[in-house]
């Protein structure tokens, strides 16, 4: 479901012990330094009050965006989802995002200290809680498609504490004192991981179960996805929320966050996306992943500042990506 990041290295030179020695080394001392720098920024956010702490985070994000931490990489996926904006237009959109990541990441440290209630408190609003009856847990399986906008993690830890059971499918950061912090967080809030290359089983056990399996699909997914138009741009899209809705009969349910001024939430349910008959196999996975890519791209129409631009989002060339039939 999502590509091996291996099979970039296949056309690189070979290195030699040496280079892949010091290679390891920088990469060591760089995670060390991101590490630091995480543990750090939560200790002084936890001296501070929550709305002193959030604007903490957005100030965190107006720095990195004037130091131009992955600042190309944010403008180019604007021009390309938003070829008609000026560069005023898009230079205020990409200092926005920036603030919303600050924002989110503030968040998300300070989420587990939060007391009974608080969480509640933030949240502003449920749209479309009509279709709540699908995602009751016990009653019938269902597949969360999600994507990184407003704060994803904190929508995932309220519908945990209200008692959902939720599984989330994650691809683990290359940061691993960073990945083992994100999923001790993840699991205090009530949220399980299944990781990419644990296989289907547990996945689809889970959601006959009864319980909801929840997909961040708006990653780049390499050679293993299909081209799919996000945009009018192909994108390689991973087929994982496809393939269980189609193995399992669950429907594809698109949640998303969004942030309502500066520290409150509110999350969009759009209507179920139904596991699809009458088709072949090919076929219907890729009607499936158009309908949810579909959704995730009227809900960042509106509330383009709060989309996390930084992902290389169009970066596989979509002649090489597979078909709905390839290995997954």
């Not at 290679?23 to 936890?46: C, D, N, P």
């Not at 985070?57 to 107006?62: L, Q, S, T």
């Not at 004192?177 to 644990?198: F, K, M, N, P, W």
């Not at 008959?277 to 509106?302: C, P, W, Y």
């Amino acid at each position: 479901m999502v590509g091996n990041a291996a099979d970039n290295s296949l056309s690189q030179p070979p290195q030699s012990g040496h280079e892949e020695k010091r290679t390891g080394s920088l990469k060591a001392i760089q995670y060390w330094v991101e590490w630091a720098l995480l543990v750090a920024f939560r200790r002084v956010l936890t001296l501070l009050p929550w709305p002193i702490a959030i604007a903490t985070g957005a100030a965190v994000g107006e720095i990195a965006y004037r130091l131009g931490i992955r600042r190309k990489v944010v403008f180019t996926n604007l021009a390309l989802a938003f070829p008609d904006w000026t560069h005023d237009q898009r230079r205020r959109v990409a200092r926005q995002s920036y603030r919303n990541a600050g924002r989110t990441l503030a968040e998300y440290i300070l989420l587990p200290s939060l007391r009974p209630g608080q969480l509640e408190q933030i949240v502003e609003q449920v749209e479309g809680l009509g279709y709540a009856d699908l995602v009751e847990a016990g009653r019938k399986p269902v597949i969360v498609l999600t994507g990184h906008i407003g704060n994803w993690e904190l929508m995932g830890a309220h519908f945990a504490r209200m008692g959902y059971s939720l599984k989330v499918f994650a691809k683990p950061l290359h940061n691993p004192r960073i990945e083992s912090a994100l999923l001790h967080t993840r699991r205090s809030l009530g949220l399980d991981v299944l990781y990419t290359g644990e296989g289907l089983k547990p996945a689809v056990r889970h959601l006959r179960e009864g319980g909801i399996l929840v997909f961040l699909a708006d990653q780049d997914a390499r050679k293993a996805g299909v081209a799919i138009s996000f945009f009018g741009k192909p994108a390689s899209t991973a087929l994982g929320p496809a393939v269980f809705a189609q193995l399992t009969r669950a429907p594809i349910v698109p949640v998303f966050a969004i942030r309502v001024g500066t520290s409150r939430h509110r999350f969009v349910i759009f209507p179920p996306i139904q596991p699809l008959t009458g088709l072949d196999r090919n076929a219907a996975l890729e009607q499936l992943t158009r309908s949810h890519v579909e959704a995730l791209e009227s809900i960042i129409r509106q509330h383009p500042e709060q989309y996390f631009w930084f992902h290389r989002r169009w970066t596989t060339r979509t002649d090489k990506t597979a078909g709905p039939s390839a290995p997954r």
